[in-house]
């Protein structure tokens, strides 16, 4: 397949690959697709493809946000503290959100490739796949792993009232986010 390391950096790449009860590899489009036949070879590429493309994303990554610093360093001018902890949260989730497009159409690329090959089993449910782990993972759990979170970014203001928001709101969207989540998994 190449590097071990491409393959470790190819771990989402590698999680819609199965391996099926006759020895066959089958390749399912987000773990949850219908199931379609592959070689080995065809999912080595596919994992090592993946892995560089991680590591390319983390070049652009960072390659972004020192544009984008230096754009919003070139044309807001402010001395606020919140102007420029709200500039820098928009640069950073930008970025992300470019990051998140761009790995989602390179993780898609088996299900291109192999679009004209008749499936051997069905789709699943996002129930059937998730719902299992999911379903070990309590609300209560989501909670005091989010405010944990929320107190550890606390001390790290160091008093900055200005900048609290973040800390706080940070965790809580992220708990929210995973009990809507788990939610809609247990309701599917």
Same mark, same amino acid.
């Given at each position: 397949?190449?590097?071990?390391?491409?393959?470790?950096?190819?771990?989402?790449?590698?999680?819609?690959?199965?391996?099926?009860?006759?020895?066959?590899?089958? $390749?399912?489009?987000?773990?949850?697709?219908?199931?379609?036949?592959?070689?080995?070879?065809?999912?080595?590429? $596919?994992?090592?493809?993946?892995?560089?493309?991680?590591?390319?994303?983390?070049?652009? $990554?960072?390659?972004?946000?020192?544009?984008?610093?230096?754009?919003?360093?070139?044309?807001?001018?402010?001395?606020?503290?919140?102007?420029? =902890?709200?500039?820098?949260?928009?640069?950073?989730?930008?970025?992300?959100?470019?990051?998140?497009?761009?790995?989602?159409?390179?993780?898609? *690329?088996?299900?291109?490739?192999?679009?004209?090959?008749?499936?051997?089993?069905? =789709?699943?449910?996002?129930?059937?796949?998730?719902?299992?782990?999911?379903?070990?993972?309590?609300?209560?759990?989501?909670?005091?792993?989010?405010?944990?979170?929320?107190?550890?970014?606390?001390? @790290?203001?160091?008093?900055?009232?200005?900048?609290?928001?973040? *800390?706080? @709101?940070?965790?809580?969207?992220?708990?929210? @986010?995973? =009990?809507?989540?788990?939610?809609?998994?247990?309701?599917?």
């Amino acid at each position: 397949m190449g590097h071990p390391t491409m393959k470790l950096l190819g771990f989402p790449m590698a999680l819609q690959f199965e391996s099926s009860a006759t020895g066959t590899i089958l $390749y399912r489009k987000d773990q949850v697709g219908p199931a379609l036949p592959v070689t080995v070879a065809e999912r080595d590429a $596919y994992v090592g493809w993946m892995g560089w493309m991680v590591v390319l994303c983390a070049l652009l $990554y960072f390659v972004g946000i020192i544009l984008m610093s230096v754009l919003a360093d070139r044309f807001i001018e402010s001395d606020s503290n919140s102007v420029g =902890a709200v500039g820098a949260m928009a640069i950073g989730l930008a970025a992300l959100a470019s990051l998140y497009l761009f790995l989602r159409w390179a993780s898609h *690329a088996p299900a291109r490739a192999f679009a004209g090959r008749s499936a051997v089993e069905p =789709a699943r449910t996002r129930k059937q796949v998730f719902g299992k782990r999911m379903a070990k993972m309590s609300y209560a759990r989501i909670a005091v792993v989010s405010t944990g979170l929320a107190v550890f970014l606390l001390f @790290g203001t160091a008093g900055d009232v200005e900048i609290m928001w973040l *800390a706080v @709101g940070l965790p809580a969207a992220v708990g929210i @986010g995973m =009990a809507i989540w788990k939610w809609r998994i247990e309701t599917e």
